[in-house]
């Protein structure tokens, strides 16, 4: 048995000492005389038994035995703790502390020190017995046996806990609600045994939507919630909704069946919606059950605004999915003029939705596209349409003109991108400095290498790469170092609407002569009046398009007054 001994009187560690050796069974003493050394000893070497004295020189007994229980290393260590007096107050104090007993030094003796130390271990033993069941019990009341997951009780606490610390941090919190559809159906047909697997499949396809830090309870048959903490904004739950909704779309393989279960899902905010936890339960299953009367299979805010923006969003989505680009897109094209005497030079094709219900424009559907990963077909359904247009006007009426086609930053991440476009060039007969790819500052902002060697291959292919809505973004000096870019073209919020803009008139002024000054061509976009017009010119902008010439229109619309009427001008 080892044996560390704290105390600083010699005396008294001279008495245990003796009634130590006075004892057959064989041991090994260690002795120091303050708390500090026991501790940093402990921390070396493991021991059976810590005697401690209580009055010790700087850290007193007490508070060494508390610092030791608070370690988790301790490992099977008995405490027994002596004192100078037998005061009951202090004998009660020290098991509380973590000693499991406490002894007099008066009463030091062979045999009193040796029943000491035993009932200390065996009561250590006991204690250590009776914490692995508190925490099998405690884990019993807190999981779900079936799944695993956090139950009901374990839930309504860490939502409240939950609750407390968001009111610090001022983020938002979102409580999901979800409730598997037709889930009793499946346990009629197939039995409960086959429903209990379903519901574990479930749940593992759920947590893998998730990051793991979020609290993902199962309150009791087919219903489930999530706390999802620190949001920037509520909309970010739908984000995690969306994923899950997806990632149940496909059946799964349950006991040989092929079994489809789709789940609806209500998602209330804190502190936007609710104050407190009974509350936000209450509006997230309000929410819950209008989206399973909407037909299941969804999501609903509890909040109409919330929900007005995301309904709009998500039915875009679903017509977007639905959408054939054939059908239901049309490009439209604005003409680009000459800064200096007005002629044509070009075209930016504008894609338009005239096939959806919505009214949606392209400011609106393409981020929509962009994220549920539809914009890459929609893309590509440009590119071939605007270089066949281009091809025919090219043909038809003059060899210059050239075609803007704006590009999403996603699409440049598809690295057969390239060779799409330089095939569609070679199929219509269009030379590849005809074509300008519109790029924005997120899509250079990315730095990914993929991106990177996207752009250089656009610009080895002999394509125009120009900065779209410069003067927006970052409007790094960078970017137009590092990036084989030809044009800015300066967003339309910069142009001053008339001469008092003294700001505006000084930021366009200084985008355009550092753009002229590192070589880049300039298209001014959004002129509508004669005075952006001719402040163009005062700037040498090169190129200029805007409502003041033409509104983007449809291809006959275009080819009727700026091409054929120019002809035969
Ligand atoms: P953008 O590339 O900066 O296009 C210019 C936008 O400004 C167009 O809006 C155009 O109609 C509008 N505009 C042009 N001149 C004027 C003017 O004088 N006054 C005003 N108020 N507006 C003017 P549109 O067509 O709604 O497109 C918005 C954005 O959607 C585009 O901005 C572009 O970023 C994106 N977009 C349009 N078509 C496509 C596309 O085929 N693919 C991708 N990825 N994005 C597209
Ligand atoms: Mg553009
Ligand atoms: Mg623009």
Same mark, same amino acid.
């Given at each position: 048995?080892k044996i560390l001994?704290?105390?600083?009187?010699?005396?008294?560690?001279?008495?245990?000492?003796?009634?130590?050796?006075?004892?057959?069974?064989?041991?090994?003493?260690?002795?120091?005389?303050?708390?500090?050394?026991?501790?940093?000893?402990t921390?070396?070497d493991t021991f059976d038994v810590v005697?401690?004295?209580?009055?010790?020189?700087?850290?007193?007994?007490?508070?060494?035995i508390?610092?030791l229980r608070?370690r988790?290393n301790l490992g099977n260590t008995a405490i027994v703790?002596?004192?100078?007096?037998?005061?009951?107050?202090?004998?009660?104090?020290?098991?509380?502390?973590g000693a499991q007993?406490?002894?007099?030094?008066?009463?030091?003796?062979?045999?009193?020190?040796?029943?000491?130390?035993?009932?200390a271990q065996?009561?250590f033993?006991?204690?250590c017995?009776?914490?692995?069941?508190?925490?099998?019990?405690?884990?019993?009341?807190?999981?779900?046996?079936?799944?695993?997951?956090?139950?009901?009780?374990?839930?309504?606490?860490?939502?409240?806990?939950?609750?407390?610390?968001?009111?610090?941090?001022?983020?938002?919190?979102?409580?999901?609600? &979800?409730?598997? #559809?037709? =889930?009793?159906? +499946?346990?009629?047909?197939?039995? !409960?045994? @086959?429903?209990?697997? $379903?519901?574990?499949?479930?749940?593992?396809?759920?947590?893998?939507?998730?990051?793991?830090?979020?609290?993902?309870?199962? &309150?009791?048959? #087919?219903? =489930?919630?999530? +706390?999802?903490?620190?949001?920037? !904004?509520? @909309?970010?739950?739908? $984000?995690?909704?969306?994923?899950?909704?997806?990632?149940?779309?496909?059946?799964?393989?349950?006991?040989?069946?092929?079994?489809?279960?789709?789940?609806?899902?209500?998602?209330?905010?804190?502190?936007?919606?609710?104050?407190?936890?009974?509350? $936000?339960?209450?509006?997230?299953?309000?929410?819950?059950?209008?989206?399973?009367?909407?037909?299941?299979?969804?999501?609903?805010?509890?909040?109409?605004?919330?929900?007005?923006?995301?309904?709009?969003?998500?039915?875009?989505?679903?017509?977007?999915?639905?959408?054939?680009?054939?059908?239901?897109?049309?490009?439209?094209?604005?003409?680009?003029?000459?800064?200096?005497?007005?002629?044509?030079?070009?075209?930016?094709?504008?894609?338009?939705?005239?096939?959806?219900?919505?009214?949606?424009?392209?400011?609106?559907?393409?981020?929509?596209?962009?994220?549920?990963?539809?914009?890459?077909?929609?893309?590509?359904?440009?590119?071939?349409?605007?270089?066949?247009?281009?091809?025919?006007?090219?043909?038809?009426?003059?060899?210059?003109?050239?075609?803007?086609?704006?590009?999403?930053?996603?699409?440049?991440?598809?690295?057969?991108?390239?060779?799409?476009?330089?095939?569609?060039?070679?199929?219509?007969?269009?030379?590849?400095?005809?074509?300008?790819?519109?790029?924005?500052?997120?899509?250079?902002?990315?730095?990914?290498?993929?991106?990177?060697?996207?752009?250089?291959?656009?610009?080895?292919?002999?394509?125009?790469?120009?900065?779209?809505?410069?003067?927006?973004?970052?409007?790094?000096?960078?970017?137009?170092?590092?990036?084989?870019?030809?044009?800015?073209?300066?967003?339309?919020?910069?142009?001053?609407?008339?001469?008092?803009?003294?700001?505006?008139?000084?930021?366009?002024?200084?985008?355009?002569?550092?753009?002229?000054?590192?070589?880049?061509?300039?298209?001014?976009?959004?002129?509508?009046?004669?005075?952006?017009?001719?402040?163009?010119?005062?700037?040498?902008?090169?190129?200029?398009?805007?409502?003041?010439?033409?509104?983007?229109?449809?291809?006959?619309?275009?080819?009727?007054?700026?091409?054929?009427?120019?002809?035969?001008?």
């Amino acid at each position: 048995m080892k044996i560390l001994l704290v105390d600083d009187d010699l005396v008294d560690r001279e008495a245990v000492r003796r009634a130590l050796k006075a004892q057959t069974e064989e041991k090994e003493l260690i002795e120091v005389s303050s708390a500090e050394e026991g501790l940093e000893i402990t921390n070396k070497d493991t021991f059976d038994v810590v005697l401690v004295d209580y009055r010790l020189p700087q850290i007193n007994g007490l508070e060494m035995i508390a610092r030791l229980r608070r370690r988790p290393n301790l490992g099977n260590t008995a405490i027994v703790m002596m004192s100078a007096n037998d005061d009951e107050q202090l004998a009660l104090l020290c098991l509380q502390a973590g000693a499991q007993d406490f002894i007099p030094k008066t009463e030091i003796t062979a045999t009193k020190l040796r029943r000491a130390i035993a009932q200390a271990q065996k009561r250590f033993e006991l204690e250590c017995k009776l914490y692995d069941s508190y925490c099998r019990v405690r884990e019993m009341a807190e999981t779900d046996a079936l799944t695993g997951l956090a139950n009901r009780y374990h839930f309504e606490r860490e939502l409240a806990t939950s609750i407390t610390e968001n009111v610090r941090q001022e983020k938002q919190l979102a409580l999901l609600l &979800l409730d598997l #559809d037709h =889930f009793k159906n +499946i346990n009629d047909t197939y039995g !409960h045994e @086959t429903g209990d697997n $379903l519901l574990k499949t479930v749940v593992k396809k759920i947590s893998d939507c998730l990051r793991g830090e979020e609290t993902f309870a199962r &309150l009791g048959g #087919d219903e =489930f919630a999530i +706390i999802l903490k620190n949001l920037e !904004h509520g @909309t970010e739950a739908q $984000l995690v909704a969306r994923r899950i909704i997806k990632s149940l779309e496909k059946s799964m393989m349950v006991d040989g069946q092929n079994l489809q279960s789709g789940v609806s899902i209500g998602i209330a905010l804190h502190p936007a919606n609710a104050e407190n936890a009974e509350e $936000l339960t209450r509006f997230a299953d309000i929410a819950m059950y209008r989206a399973k009367s909407q037909g299941r299979n969804r999501l609903c805010y509890f909040e109409d605004v919330m929900q007005q923006q995301f309904s709009r969003s998500f039915q875009i989505e679903l017509e977007l999915k639905s959408a054939s680009h054939d059908e239901n897109f049309e490009l439209y094209y604005q003409p680009i003029v000459r800064g200096m005497n007005q002629k044509l030079v070009g075209f930016e094709a504008l894609i338009r939705w005239p096939g959806s219900k919505l009214e949606s424009y392209p400011s609106e559907f393409i981020p929509i596209a962009e994220q549920c990963g539809l914009i890459n077909g929609i893309g590509k359904w440009v590119i071939k349409t605007a270089i066949e247009q281009l091809s025919i006007w090219q043909k038809q009426f003059d060899r210059n003109l050239s075609m803007g086609i704006n590009l999403s930053p996603i699409q440049l991440a598809d690295n057969q991108l390239t060779k799409y476009i330089s095939h569609n060039l070679d199929y219509y007969d269009v030379v590849p400095e005809s074509l300008v790819i519109e790029l924005t500052e997120t899509a250079l902002f990315s730095e990914s290498e993929q991106n990177k060697s996207q752009i250089d291959e656009l610009d080895k292919l002999g394509c125009k790469l120009a900065l779209d809505d410069f003067g927006t973004g970052f409007s790094s000096l960078s970017h137009l170092v590092n990036y084989p870019i030809d044009i800015v073209k300066l967003d339309r919020s910069l142009l001053p609407e008339s001469p008092e803009h003294q700001r505006h008139l000084s930021i366009v002024r200084g985008l355009a002569e550092m753009a002229h000054t590192v070589g880049l061509k300039v298209i001014a976009e959004g002129v509508e009046t004669s005075f952006q017009l001719l402040l163009c010119k005062d700037l040498k902008i090169e190129e200029i398009q805007g409502y003041y010439f033409e509104k983007p229109k449809s291809a006959t619309g275009i080819q009727a007054k700026w091409l054929e009427k120019a002809t035969t001008d």
